[in-house]
């Protein structure tokens, strides 16, 4: 205790007694928990109380707080004593053995050392032992057993008894051997419950070790001789676990010093906090922020030490002084001051003199400095900075106190009136009062002896004694006294001594330093000065018979001050004798003659003064004054302005007229003079002005140019600006820009090449998606095959088929006639024709093909989209026909919303027509590229990501799980197989590994979320657009639906229906490239459905619940990624209207220059002929409509045959249908036109009126200049005008003639172009009065209509220019892709064919039932017919195959027989039943349809209509009797 107490204890037979009252028993508290126990809360801690009139009841407190302590570090209750033990000495024994205990514990912590056997080494007397019997005997206490303390507290830990006491004596006996090695290893045995054992302190270990056992063994061997052998313990000479690991953390903490010691002088702090912090080095809290103070702190003290080692006491010390400023620091950085405070009345910090009372006086100071240390880059203070804040204001507060002392023996002085005693209070060093000058201590004492009256007069100040800052301004003032009259004197004498000697150039000099504001005195008046000073003074004298030689200065009116001017004595009271100086002029008279000259010089001066003089008049004393009788003066002047003026003009008129005579005279008598000299400087300056001009040009040539281009071009773009954003362009713009109109060879090429690509990249996607379904079919037979061999022969049929078609069979088919109608008989040229007509009708008016998609039941319109209307459409491979697309698109989605939507729901859960269609074609060749630059390179992430397993079923993981484990060990696992989702949760690592999946598939969702919604751009035009209409159309329909649910309908377009299926099968879409035989694992494919899962839940709003409910982690995340989404749909819903997107309206085919073409196979058109006249009720009620007009010519649906003629098939060949079929595929361009063109003898509408018209007014405008259209057709053209007109038409023609056939313009356009120009002024003329009756213009704004009409086709003109150049380069690359999808194809044919061929090696090299020969050629002959087997009803039956025969008892099952019997053809058989031995009914069964049920999943089928089978059991039965499998 003594060395934890650091002082000495009462002597051993008084300890007793010292120890009721506690406080040595809080000291030790504070000791091992100051965190517990402060100084401040122990009672009487210097015992005075106790000593004086001993113990008090407070005294249990310090027991009760030792106590606490004890129960906070951990020390087991079983020691405890009571407090009435210890202050009533009921059981002081068991205190004793408390702090036995407490000691061996603490020990063991590494707190404090152990308490010493003192056996053998104190002596007690026989009388000390005898009354200390007595006492035990008085209380009936039995001493308890000390050696037993090391076991008991063992036996408080939870571990068990026996397995702790065989470890611990197993550590002695290795100690004993004296083998680092082994003892290192014991001490390693979990039973014995040891900590922090270092394997590199093995030889430390050992070492301690042995030594306290030594010692232990050493006091044994006293202790015996004086113990009973019954009253022995087992540990006396044995190490208990409490001392051995007390040992441990002993060498621990040496090694940790060391530690602690090299790393300090490392100078890294972090390292330096990392060993603090370190548990072995039983250490305060350390905190990593002060990680550098920490660091600097403990190097400084290092370094003083003398052995360069800082020991473990000394850094506790410095640690928890540390520890305590470091949070000092904390706190002074959030500017907390109630922390701060907290912080510095801390025991743990150690500062010295610090005064709890101006703790909050310590805060503020260290708050400024600190402050003031980060200015300077400084992050914390130092405990010695902190401590010289501490002192600097502890001698603040002192020199505060000192000067309180010091301005009570001021007051005293003031009040006693006695004038040394003031100066000497004064000039106290405590007071610090400054200025004070021992000359002046009358001055001093009256001044303050003022002041200090007026305060005591004053009712309303608290305080009747002057504090120190009023004494300091109470001397300051009389300083200012003193200064004020040594002033004055020098003025009086400086003045009246240089009068006397009369040197009036110096008087400047004598009055500027004299006078108090220096700007009195003005240079100019020096005379006036000295003449007025000696005035006065000679005044003066005269009156003065006797004079001494003081001088009287009066100050405030109320000090006097004297002046000898013969001694350069001064006196603040009256001197003895005082004989005044009175002859000479005194400070104030000097001053006021001063002050009066220079005020009337300002006066003569102000009114003609500069700014300059004003601001100098202005800083003068009288300057303020005079310069405001000034401005008083002027403002009368301005008042009476009028009359001033009045003045002044009549005054400068008289000037003017007399000086106008004068030079009127001298004109008149030199006229001929003047003449000539006018003239001639007339002519120079012409001359000369022209020569500078005309050289100027010269000098400026290229600029001018310049100007004179950028003219030219500025009023291009005017004109051209007045063309594109004028309503009403006047004619001579239009004029300027009509060239624009003409079509160039460059425009006639472009034109061919995008017809020629459109047809390329149409027929490319035709014979892809064939090759496609064909592909598909060929995996469903090879699948089929692996399943069963007999199939073998139709597999090799479809691969030639396939081969052929690889091989040019359909480009050959396709190319019969792609080029129009001249390879067809000439007869059928007018049906083609009308088919033209028919077509473009039906693409140009979307409502027929909208009606006849929803007459037709469901799987016929869909091959119909898929075939026709696509084609129709050329797969919208312009704009155009895009433009067409969409009109129909959205008249078919409104139709269909209008009629078969009930609900807002019925397009989420339904399978709309039309989009299915829009989907369908936006994943097509036009859209593929868009879903690749969308999805590919997030998706093909995560394919690539090998390390990436998203599996969110808590069963599959489950089931991963035992696998793995079963897998590590080779041992079947005790856990169950199969469970349930519920029972699969309860596992942590089901639960972890499904958390894990969670966070990859959150991470994986929002790199594929962020792509979609950064792509927003990429989306197809027309799939944003029916977004739109299918929006508007629902809340049209339903008015009360709200926004989110117009969304998630959105969102189930452009997401679920668009982008969901590329995400979950990406090789199915094209997004990702595969090679042939590649495919996606199921891994990998899990992983994308997923992220399509969690994207699907998002755009539909939708939280997992249910069967999902392990998920609900993700809720939260699905609502935020809604909100995404939301924002997505709304924005991809903010497109233009077709109109504005494409620029088209439904004149747009008349202007343009080649005609719409479609191509189209013979029979698509007369399945389209045949549809329309079926449902030509439903599309076309009108019996006017035109479309009932063109079926009506059209008359019945023609065969091939028909349709192309006869002649085209020769009827004697024998393979005529299979021709037949051919010919039906064959692929013909139709050029579509409308039925009603324009010529000369049919009826015209306006609108086709319009544009003849305004095609020959683009002619005569061309050669015939104008402000207005009337004036040009009113004025005759002139000759030259005609010549030039005809010229172009000549160049026109030969422009024509280069044409090709399909897009040249139409015979009555032709015509109107050979007209004269007058002829065509005339036709203009009658057109216009046509156009105007029917209201298309109007004469009364001279035609601007038309006018308006032609510069919308110029401003149109160049975009068509445009989105052709964009439209050929956009061809370009929809067909790249597809040849490259057809190469693709044809990789997977090429893959098939290998296949196949081994799959024939294989099969000649097999000996089977089945013999497949082939002949010449290496195609299957046929095969070996197997006999018929007969089986009854009730066999099937029983073998599974037949399950139930309709109205049919099973009893009579015996009757009923099946024969079975193979045919001549492969995978055919016969199966005829018998009731009672009569042939009932013969059926045939094909292999290849039971193969298919079977792919499709169907279980069960039926034959005869009533007999059941199962499909399954039925195809083993044939490969079982037939092919021997």
Known sequence: MEVCLVEELPPTTELEEGLRNGVYLAKLAKFFAPKMVSEKKIYDVEQTRYKKSGLHFRHTDNTVQWLRAMEAVGLPKIFYPETTDVYDRKNIPRMIYCIHALSLYLFKLGIAPQIQDLLGKVDFTEEEISNMRKELEKYGIQMPSFSKIGGILANELSVDEAALHAAVIAINEAIEKGIAEQTIITLRNPNAVLTLVDDDLAEEYQKELWEAKKRKEENARLKNNCISEEERDAYEELLTQAEIQGNINKVNRLAAVDHINAVIREGDPENTVLALQKPEAQLPVVYPFAAAMYQNELFNLQKQNAMNYLAHEELLIAVEMLSAVALLNQALESSDLVSVQNQLRSPTIGFNNLDETYVERYANALLCIKLEALSQGQDSLSWNEIQNCIDMVNIEIQEENDRVVAVGYINEAIDEGDPLKTLDSLLLPTAKIKNVDPDFAQHYQDVLYQAKTQKYMDPQSASKILWLDEIQHAVNEANKDINSAKQWVTLVVDVNQFLEKEKQSDILSVLKPAVGNTNDVIPECADRYHDALA????????????????????????????????????????????????????????????????????????????????????????????????EARKAFLYEQEEHVVKIQAFWKAYKQREAYKRRRQMFIDNIRFIVKIQSWYRMVTARKNYLSRLQFFRDHNNEIVKIQSLLRASKARDDYKTLVGSENPPLRVIRKFVYLLDQSDLDFQEELEVARLREEVVMKIRGNQQLEKDLNLMDIKIGLLVKNRITLEDVISHRTKLNKKKGGEMEILNNIDNQGIKSL?????????????????????????????????????????????????????????????????????????????????????????????VVSFNRGARGQNTLRQLLAPVVKEIIDD?????????????????????????????????????????????????????????????????????????????????????????????????????????????????????????????????????????DQRRNLGSVAKVLQHAASNKLFEGENEHLSSMNDYLSETYQEFRKYFKEACNVPEPEEKFNMDKYTDVVTVSKPVIYISIEEIINTHSLLLEHQDAIAPEKNDLLNELLELLEEVPNVESFLGEGAVDPNDPDKVNTLNQLAKTEISLYLTSKYDIGDGEAIDGQSLMIKTKKLIIDVIRNQPGSTLTEILETPASAQQETDHASDMVNRAVLDSRTPEDMKQGQSMVEDAQLPLEQKKRKIQRNLRTLEQTGHVSSKNKYQDILNKIAKDIRNQRVHRKLRKAELEKLQQTLNALNKKAAFFEEQINYYDTYIKTCLDNLKRKNTRR??????????????????????????????????????????????????????????????????????????LNIQDLLQMQYEGVAVMKMFDKVKVNVNLLIYLLNKKFYGK
């Open 825 to 917: 008989s000439k007869e059928r040229r007018k049906t083609l024709e009308t088919y033209q007509q028919l077509f473009y009708l039906l693409q140009t008016n979307p409502s027929y093909l909208a009606k006849l998609i929803f007459q037709m039941p469901q799987n016929k319109s869909t091959k119909f989209m898929d075939t026709v209307i696509f084609t129709l459409y050329n797969y919208a491979s312009n704009q155009r026909e895009e433009y067409l697309l969409l009109k129909l698109f959205k008249t078919a989605l409104e139709e269909e919303i209008a009629s078969k939507v009930d609900q807002v729901q019925d397009i989420v859960t339904g399978n709309p027509t039309v989009i299915k269609m």
């Open 946 to 1082: 090998k390390s990436l397993i998203i599996n969110t079923s808590p069963v599959e993981v489950y089931k991963a799980w035992v696998n793995q484990l079963e897998t590590q060990t080779g041992e079947a696992s005790n856990l169950p197989y199969d469970v349930t989702t519920e029972q699969a949760l309860t596992y942590p690592e089901v639960r972890a590994r499904l958390e894990a999946s969670i966070e990859h598939l959150r991470r994986v969702t929002d790199q594929v979320l962020s792509s979609i919604i950064s792509s927003l751009d990429l989306l197809p035009y027309g799939l944003r657009y029916i977004a739109k209409v299918l929006k508007n159309s629902i809340h049209e329909k339903f008015p009360d639906a709200t926004e989110d649910e117009l969304l998630k309908i959105v969102g189930n377009l452009l997401y679920y229906r668009y982008m969901n299926p590329a995400i979950v099968a990406p090789d199915g879409f094209d997004i990702i490239d595969m090679t042939a035989g590649g495919q996606i694992n199921p």
């Open 535 to 630: 005035k006065a003074k000679e005044q003066k004298s005269r009156s003065v018979s006797t004079e001494g030689s003081w001088l009287k200065v009066t100050l405030q009116e109320k000090y006097d001050y004297y002046y000898n001017i013969d001694s350069k004595e001064s006196s603040w009271v009256t001197p003895e004798p005082c004989l005044l100086k009175e002859s000479w002029l005194m400070g104030k008279e000097i001053e006021d003659i001063v002050e009066d000259i220079t005020a009337d010089y300002i006066r003569e001066n102000i009114w003609s003064a500069t700014e300059d003089m004003l601001q100098r008049f202005q800083a003068t004393t009288s300057g303020p004054l005079i310069r405001k009788e000034y």
């Open 1411 to 1484: 013999s497949i020969k082939l002949d010449g050629k290496g195609e299957p002959r046929g095969m070996k017919r197997a006999k018929p087997v007969r089986y009854t009803a009730a066999k099937l039956q029983e073998k599974g195959v037949l399950l139930d025969i309709d109205d049919l008892q099973e009893n009579q099952f015996k009757n009923v027989t099946f024969d079975i019997s193979s045919t001549e053809d492969v995978g055919i058989f016969d199966v005829r039943s018998k009731f009672l031995g009569v042939e009932m009914e013969k059926v045939q």
